[in-house]
C-alpha cells in the first residue's frame, strides 16, 4: 500500500477553515520542515513574511528579463494556510522550503494550453455554466445537486466552519481524492499537473533525506493523494531538459480588491475582508461573532452613506440568517445567508440600496505593506520613496481618491521642497503616466495649460507588476520616463506627435528629453503637411510656452518654432477644407486648436493672418460647406461680419435651389458656435425656413440627415429658444403650441410611419 512520502496537509488556498487547522496541526506535529506549495525558487522571499512590517496581503512576483515581459503572481493573504505555515516555521525557526515548480519553468510553460487545477476552480467559479460536462467543471454539479447556490456557498457549509483537525484532513482528503477520480481521463488532467506533482515528490524525498526528524507538507487538496512514495519523482536528467525562463523574483504589495477578482488559486476570493474575519474570530474562539459583525457592519456602512438602519433591523436580519442556515440544514450561516438577510431587512428586498455596502464589507479596501527595500526592484524601490518623501502614502488604497494640485510656488511655506510640493507630486505622477503605470489619471483633460491639476489616484497590485516589468529599462522613474518618450519620439511622424511628447517632456520635468523632442519637432516642421497634425502641434507648443515657467522650462527656443507652426497652418487651412465628412470633424477640431491660440496675445502668432485664411474659407463655395459654415460662425463670434454680410451670406446660401448637402450642412456648421447671437437674428431662420419650404420631399429627406445632426447639439432650452423664433417668423402660431408640438412624445403608429419613411437615410 502507498504511503505518504511525509504527512500532507491538502488545503483550499484561501480558506480560512484550512488556515487554522494547518496551524493546529503543526502545533500537534511540530515538524523540523514545513514544505508548501509554492514556486521553489522563490523559497529566499519567505524570510520577508515575519518582517514586524510586513502586513499581508502580499504577493510573490516572477518576471522574465527579457521583452515581451511574462509575469507570474502568487498571493498571500493573512487567512490563507501557505502564509500562516510559513509563518509558524520561521517564527519557530524551522526550515520551510516551496516544492512546486520554479517560476523559471512556469514562466516557460505558460503559453501551454495546461491548465491547473486550482485555475480551473477559480474560472468555474467566475463563469458559471451547468451546461459544461460534468468532468470539465465538477464544482458547478455539486452546487447543482446539493441544491446550493453555487460551489462556494456550498463549500462554506461544508467545510468552512468545522472543528475538528483530523476530520477537517481527511474529509478534503477524500475530496481531493474524488475530484482527481472524476478528472481521470478529463482532457484539462495536463500534463503540466502530473510534472508539478512529480517535482513535488522530488522535493519533499530531498527535503526528507538529509536526515530531519519530520516534515509536514501544506499543498492543494487535488494534489494531495499523489504525493506518495509509489509514484515516480522528477529525475535529474528529466530536471535538466525543461527550460527555463531568465526571470527576477521578488515581493510586492497587494491588495484585497485585487484577490477578490483573480482568476487563479481562488477559493474564497471573491470575499477576502469576510473570509479574514472568519479566520480572525475563530482563532479568537469567538465564531459566532462573524454573523453579527457582518450585518452590523454593513448597517455601519450605510449609515455612513446616508441610509439610517436601527439596532432591530440588524437584529432581525441576524434572526434571518440563522433562518435560512437552519432551512439549509446547517447551524452556521454562509455568507450567501449573510448576504441574503442584509438584501431583506437592511435593503427592504432591494440589492441596489447595500450594494456598496456589502462590497466594503465583503472585500474591503486592504492593501498589503512592504518593509522598505525588501526584495524589489530598483525602480519600485525609487517608486516607494517618492510617494514617501512626496508624502502621497495616503493614496497606496485600493480606490479611487481626487488629487488636487496648484503648481506654482506656495510662499506660506518655510522651505523649497515644501513651498514646490504639488509641483514635485504633478512631475512624479506626469512621468508615471509615461511609463504607463496605472496609478494616476488625470481629470478635466479639456483644460489645457494651467497651473492647477486634478488626478484621480488609485494604487492597485497592477501598478507594482508593471513597475517591476519596466524595471527593465532604468532603474529609476525618471530614468525610465525618459527612456519611454525616447522611444516615443523615435516614433513620431508628424509635428503633433512630437510635439505631444515635447509637452509631455514639460510636464515631466526632463530636460534632455525636451531638447531632443523640440530638435525633432523642428525637423518635422519643415515637411508638415495635414492641418490637423499642425494644429494640434501649435496648441501643445502653446501650452509649454504659456505655462512653461510653472515648471522651470524655458520657453524661448519654443517660440520660433511655434512661429514657424503656426505660419504653416494658416497656408495649409484653405486647402484642408476640401475634404469628406470624416476628415472635416478632424478639421474642425484643428481650426478650434489654432483659434484659440491666435488671440491668446502671443507676440509669435498674428491673429489677422489667421483671420484672413478664416474668411476665405467662410467665403468660398468649393469647401466643405461644414467648414465654410463652421468658419462664419467664427466670424460672426470675434464681430468681424456686419448686419449686411451675415444677412447676404445666409441669403446666399439658403437660396431656393441650393443642394440640401450644401445648404444644411453649412446651417449645421453655423450654429456651432455663439448660438446665444444667431437667435437674435430672426432674419437667420426665417431664410432657413423659406429655404426648407422649398425643398422637393425627396431633397427635404435628405435635408433631415444635417438638420438632425445640426440640432443633437442643443440643450432642451436652445431647443425652445428654437421654437420662439419660429413662432415669430410663422405668425400663425404661437410659441407655447409650438413648444408643445416639439415636445410631444410621437406614438408607436408615428414612429413605425417615420422609420419606413427614413428608412433609406443614415441619421447617425
Not at 463563469?127 to 460534468?134: I, M
Not at 485585487?258 to 465564531?287: I, K, M
Not at 450594494?355 to 464589507?361: G, I, P, Q, Y
Not at 506656495?410 to 505622477?429: G, I, N, Q, Y
Amino acid at each position: 500500500m502507498a504511503k505518504e512520502l511525509a504527512p500532507v496537509f491538502g488545503v483550499r488556498h484561501f480558506s480560512p477553515a484550512a488556515a487554522r487547522h494547518v496551524l493546529r496541526f503543526l502545533d500537534e506535529r511540530d515538524p523540523d520542515v514545513v514544505l508548501i506549495e509554492g514556486p521553489s525558487d522563490a523559497t529566499d522571499q519567505l524570510v520577508h513574511l515575519v518582517h514586524k512590517k510586513t502586513e499581508p496581503p502580499v504577493a510573490i512576483l516572477a518576471f522574465t528579463k527579457t521583452r515581451p515581459v511574462r509575469s507570474l503572481v502568487y498571493p498571500l493573504a493573512a487567512y490563507c494556510a501557505e502564509w500562516v505555515a510559513a509563518r509558524w516555521a520561521l517564527e519557530k525557526k524551522r526550515t520551510v522550503r516551496f516544492i512546486d515548480l520554479p517560476a523559471s519553468i512556469f514562466l516557460e510553460l505558460r503559453d501551454d494550453e495546461a491548465v491547473d487545477p486550482e485555475v480551473e476552480e477559480a474560472t468555474a467559479d467566475a463563469q458559471p455554466d451547468r451546461s459544461r460536462a460534468y468532468l470539465d467543471d465538477p464544482y458547478e454539479l455539486i452546487a447543482h445537486v446539493t441544491g446550493e447556490h453555487d460551489h462556494e456557498t456550498w463549500w462554506e457549509r461544508q467545510f468552512e466552519h468545522t472543528h475538528e483537525v483530523d476530520a477537517y484532513r481527511s474529509a478534503i482528503f477524500e475530496f481531493g481524492k474524488g475530484l482527481r477520480d472524476v478528472r481521470k481521463d478529463a482532457p484539462r488532467r495536463t500534463e503540466e499537473t502530473l510534472l508539478r506533482e512529480a517535482y513535488m515528490r522530488r522535493e519533499i524525498r530531498d527535503a526528507t533525506a538529509k536526515g530531519k526528524k519530520s516534515a509536514v507538507v501544506v499543498c492543494g487538496a487535488y494534489h494531495a493523494p499523489v504525493l506518495t512514495d509509489d509514484l515516480p519523482a522528477t529525475t535529474d536528467a528529466e530536471l535538466a531538459k525543461l527550460k527555463r525562463a531568465d526571470c527576477v523574483l521578488t515581493l510586492m504589495p497587494y491588495s484585497y480588491l485585487r484577490l477578490s477578482s483573480q482568476s487563479g488559486y481562488g477559493a474564497g476570493n471573491h470575499a477576502p475582508s469576510y473570509f479574514e474575519t472568519v479566520f480572525d474570530e475563530a482563532r479568537a474562539g469567538t465564531p459566532d461573532r462573524v454573523r453579527a459583525r457582518y450585518l452590523a457592519s454593513v448597517a455601519d456602512a450605510l449609515r455612513k452613506s446616508g441610509q439610517t438602519r436601527s439596532s432591530a433591523d440588524v437584529i432581525e436580519a441576524l434572526r434571518l440568517a440563522e433562518g435560512l442556515a437552519a432551512l439549509n440544514g446547517s447551524a452556521v450561516p454562509t455568507l450567501r445567508d449573510l448576504r441574503d438577510a442584509a438584501i431583506t431587512l437592511l435593503g427592504h428586498g432591494d440589492p441596489r440600496p447595500v450594494e456598496a455596502a456589502l462590497r466594503a464589507v465583503e472585500i474591503g479596501t486592504t492593501v498589503g505593506r512592504l518593509p522598505p527595500g525588501v526584495s524589489r526592484t530598483a525602480l519600485q524601490d525609487d517608486f516607494h520613496q517618492l510617494v514617501k518623501t512626496l508624502k502621497l502614502g495616503a493614496y497606496i488604497e485600493d480606490k479611487d481618491q481626487k488629487l488636487e494640485l496648484d503648481l506654482r510656488e506656495d510662499r506660506t511655506k518655510k522651505t523649497k521642497e515644501a513651498a514646490f510640493l504639488d509641483r514635485a507630486r504633478s512631475t512624479f505622477l506626469h512621468r508615471l503616466a509615461v511609463l504607463d503605470v496605472g496609478f494616476a489619471k488625470p481629470l478635466a483633460r479639456e483644460q489645457r495649460g494651467t497651473s492647477r491639476e486634478v488626478w484621480s489616484v488609485r494604487w492597485t497590485p497592477q501598478c507594482e507588476i508593471t513597475l517591476a516589468e519596466k524595471s527593465l529599462l532604468a532603474d529609476s522613474v525618471e530614468a525610465g520616463a525618459a527612456y519611454a518618450l525616447a522611444l516615443e519620439l523615435e516614433e513620431a511622424k508628424d509635428t503633433g506627435a512630437a510635439t505631444g511628447t515635447l509637452l509631455r517632456a514639460a510636464s515631466c520635468e526632463l530636460a534632455d528629453a525636451l531638447s531632443l523632442a523640440t530638435r525633432k519637432v523642428q525637423e518635422l516642421t519643415v515637411d508638415e503637411a495635414g492641418f490637423p497634425s499642425a494644429a494640434e502641434a501649435i496648441a501643445n507648443l502653446s501650452d509649454v510656452v504659456r505655462y512653461g515657467n510653472v515648471r522651470d522650462v524655458d520657453p524661448a527656443p519654443l517660440r520660433p518654432v511655434l512661429a514657424q507652426l503656426y505660419l504653416r497652418a494658416t497656408l495649409l487651412l484653405f486647402g484642408a477644407c476640401v475634404c469628406a465628412d470624416d476628415a472635416a470633424k478632424l478639421v474642425r477640431r484643428g481650426i478650434d486648436r489654432v483659434h484659440e491660440v491666435a488671440f491668446l496675445g502671443e507676440d509669435d502668432v498674428d491673429p489677422a493672418r489667421w483671420i484672413e485664411e478664416v474668411r476665405r474659407v467662410a467665403e468660398s463655395d468649393d469647401r466643405h460647406a461644414f467648414l465654410s459654415g463652421y468658419a462664419t460662425g467664427l466670424l460672426i463670434e470675434r464681430g468681424i461680419l456686419d448686419d449686411d454680410d451675415i444677412d447676404r451670406e445666409v441669403a446666399r446660401r439658403l437660396s431656393p435651389g441650393t443642394h440640401a448637402d450644401v445648404g444644411v450642412g453649412w446651417f449645421e456648421g453655423l450654429v456651432q458656435r455663439n448660438r446665444a447671437a444667431l437667435f437674435m437674428r430672426k432674419s437667420l431662420w426665417a431664410s432657413l425656413s423659406a429655404y426648407v419650404d422649398a425643398l422637393d420631399d425627396d431633397t427635404f429627406r435628405r435635408a433631415l440627415l444635417y438638420l438632425r445632426r445640426a440640432f443633437s447639439t442643443f440643450s432642451q432650452g436652445e431647443i425652445r429658444r428654437v421654437v420662439s423664433v419660429l413662432g415669430e417668423v410663422w405668425k400663425g402660431a404661437g410659441a407655447p403650441e409650438l413648444a408643445a408640438l416639439v415636445e410631444r412624445q410621437l406614438d408607436e403608429q408615428e414612429i413605425a410611419d417615420l422609420q419606413g419613411d427614413l428608412a433609406d437615410l443614415d441619421l447617425l
